[in-house]
């Protein structure tokens, strides 16, 4: 049986550790901001050695609300809207940390600190843990980090990392092992996290990040005997519902659609998830979309992107059906919202979730039918959009983004190179 966690969605009440203090939802303008910002970020990563490894690491550094650090290594955690708890330490500190498919290390705030911005639960506490040690700046583990960050030797002995991230945020601190509790049974005495001892005010008030990236330094990576690489996801539908991770296999092939994973392009950071979109079809329509228009860029799925992104010749053809068939329900064209650009009116529509099917067809004839909620966004009380968006750079990979995986149970094996997307009636 695999080992399950409840997911919950970081800006609702589910995630409030504290019931008598209100939940602070952004706006959807400031959503979609953050999620822009963190698409660059990702796409930026296409260029690894863009990172400074020459630059030197001040533990103790003084912050400067309005510095900006280049965009480099780590992706922005603002976006990223899902939480599980974890236990770290011994005795057990429990953590709510956010998941993300597309960044390598975990890591949380730790005690004592050069400068922590103030998170949700209280901050780990490394004296308070019997099992806590920190890693040579000699060592192979050290090394993993190399392809994200920048490291040097603190005091010649203990490995050191700054992670800089493309929304101006950085995170810097030891590379450290303690004892991970997962469930009562599953815990993993050895595990190697990043004790972050001088971070940003930019990252909110998340306890730290859950990698669960291809890296060699990832949680998948480092619990493969237990989870044998294979976990899965079904993401809240809502921001007062719930969703799960789970880690380890407990499917039926049969009952699962497969697509395979595919090789990531020259010069990309290889800790992301790419699979190949063959076609899209709206309304039971397939677009006329040229297959060379995916395979030239490829495309990611990923957990902490919001919007799906589409190169921009795919997202004009949905985009023109798109409005074609809304036309025939009358629906009348609004202005733009954000990255949103396919919007329209909703006044005087009682049933908006009756809009145009969109599926996805992956390589290996997966096709893949998305929930009504994974293909529009109600912006305000007058208007609704399709949630999709154009990448302005061709050059640039697409994302399937999270709103897309709505309702769905999402499947990683990565040991057998294969995604899997089924209808969970634990999803709806």
């Given at each position: 049986?695999?080992?399950?966690?409840?997911?919950?969605?970081?800006?609702?009440?589910?995630?409030?550790?504290?019931?008598?203090?209100?939940?602070?939802?952004?706006?959807?303008?400031?959503?979609?901001?953050?999620?822009?910002?963190?698409?660059?970020?990702?796409?930026?990563?296409?260029?690894?050695?863009?990172?400074?490894?020459?630059?030197?690491?001040?533990?103790?550094?003084?912050?400067?609300?309005?510095?900006?650090?280049?965009?480099?290594?780590?992706?922005?955690?603002?976006?990223?809207?899902?939480?599980?708890?974890?236990?770290?330490?011994?005795?057990?500190?429990?953590?709510?940390?956010?998941?993300?498919?597309?960044?390598?290390?975990?890591?949380?705030?730790?005690?004592?600190?050069?400068?922590?911005?103030?998170?949700?639960?209280?901050?780990?506490?490394?004296?308070?843990?019997?099992?806590?040690?920190?890693?040579?700046?000699?060592?192979?583990?050290?090394?993993?980090?190399?392809?994200?960050?920048?490291?040097?030797?603190?005091?010649?002995?203990?490995?050191?990392?700054?992670?800089?991230?493309?929304?101006?945020?950085?995170?810097?601190?030891?590379?450290?092992?303690?004892?991970?509790?997962?469930?009562?049974?599953?815990?993993?005495?050895?595990?190697?996290?990043?004790?972050?001892?001088?971070?940003?005010?930019?990252?909110?008030?998340?306890?730290?990040?859950?990698?669960?990236?291809?890296?060699?330094?990832?949680?998948?990576?480092?619990?493969?005997?237990?989870?044998?690489?294979?976990?899965?996801?079904?993401?809240?539908?809502?921001?007062?519902?719930?969703?799960?991770?789970?880690?380890?296999?407990?499917?039926?092939?049969?009952?699962?659609?497969?697509?395979?994973?595919?090789?990531?392009?020259?010069r990309t950071a290889p800790v992301?998830?790419?699979?190949?979109?063959?076609?899209?079809?709206?309304?039971?329509?397939?677009?006329?979309?040229?297959?060379?228009?995916?395979?030239?860029?490829?495309?990611?799925?990923?957990?902490?992107?919001?919007?799906?992104?589409?190169?921009?010749?795919?997202?004009?053809?949905?985009?023109?059906?798109f409005k074609k068939r809304m036309?025939?329900?009358?629906?009348?064209?609004?202005?733009?919202?954000?990255?949103?650009?396919?919007?329209?009116?909703?006044?005087?529509?009682?049933?908006?979730?009756?809009?145009?099917?969109?599926?996805?067809?992956?390589?290996?004839?997966?096709?893949?039918?998305?929930?009504?909620?994974?293909?529009?966004?109600?912006?305000?009380?007058?208007?609704?959009?399709?949630?999709?968006?154009?990448?302005?750079?061709?050059?640039?990979?697409?994302?399937?983004?999270?709103?897309?995986?709505?309702?769905?149970?999402?499947?990683?094996d990565v040991a057998g190179g294969?995604?899997?997307?089924?209808?969970?009636?634990?999803?709806?």
């Amino acid at each position: 049986m695999p080992s399950t966690l409840e997911v919950v969605d970081r800006h609702g009440p589910c995630a409030q550790t504290d019931k008598n203090q209100p939940f602070n939802i952004p706006s959807l303008a400031k959503i979609l901001v953050n999620d822009q910002v963190r698409v660059k970020s990702i796409q930026a990563r296409a260029k690894p050695d863009s990172i400074n490894t020459n630059k030197k690491i001040d533990a103790n550094k003084s912050r400067d609300k309005k510095a900006k650090l280049p965009a480099l290594s780590g992706l922005p955690l603002d976006t990223a809207l899902y939480m599980v708890t974890i236990g770290l330490g011994t005795p057990k500190r429990n953590l709510s940390l956010v998941f993300d498919t597309g960044s390598d290390l975990t890591w949380t705030q730790c005690l004592p600190c050069a400068h922590c911005y103030k998170q949700n639960d209280p901050i780990f506490n490394t004296s308070a843990s019997s099992t806590y040690s920190k890693i040579s700046c000699k060592s192979k583990q050290c090394s993993h980090l190399n392809s994200f960050a920048v490291t040097s030797c603190y005091r010649n002995a203990t490995c050191l990392y700054d992670i800089q991230y493309g929304d101006g945020s950085d995170s810097i601190g030891f590379l450290s092992r303690d004892k991970l509790t997962i469930t009562p049974t599953d815990v993993f005495s050895a595990f190697l996290f990043g004790c972050a001892r001088n971070s940003s005010e930019l990252f909110g008030k998340i306890d730290g990040l859950l990698g669960l990236s291809k890296g060699p330094i990832s949680f998948l990576s480092q619990t493969k005997t237990t989870y044998a690489h294979y976990f899965s996801y079904c993401l809240p539908s809502g921001i007062r519902s719930t969703g799960f991770l789970a880690f380890g296999k407990n499917h039926k092939d049969d009952a699962v659609i497969f697509t395979p994973f595919v090789a990531a392009p020259p010069r990309t950071a290889p800790v992301f998830y790419f699979i190949e979109i063959i076609a899209i079809s709206v309304g039971g329509t397939r677009l006329p979309i040229n297959r060379s228009v995916f395979t030239t860029v490829g495309t990611i799925i990923d957990s902490g992107t919001v919007i799906t992104r589409l190169p921009q010749a795919a997202y004009n053809a949905m985009s023109k059906e798109f409005k074609k068939r809304m036309k025939a329900y009358n629906y009348k064209s609004a202005p733009a919202f954000s990255i949103l650009d396919t919007c329209f009116h909703i006044s005087g529509h009682t049933n908006i979730t009756k809009v145009p099917s969109v599926s996805f067809t992956f390589k290996g004839n997966a096709t893949v039918d998305l929930d009504p909620s994974g293909i529009i966004w109600v912006v305000s009380s007058k208007v609704m959009c399709l949630a999709f968006a154009g990448n302005s750079d061709p050059d640039k990979f697409a994302i399937f983004g999270s709103t897309q995986q709505r309702k769905l149970e999402v499947m990683y094996d990565v040991a057998g190179g294969n995604l899997g997307f089924a209808h969970n009636p634990r999803c709806q």
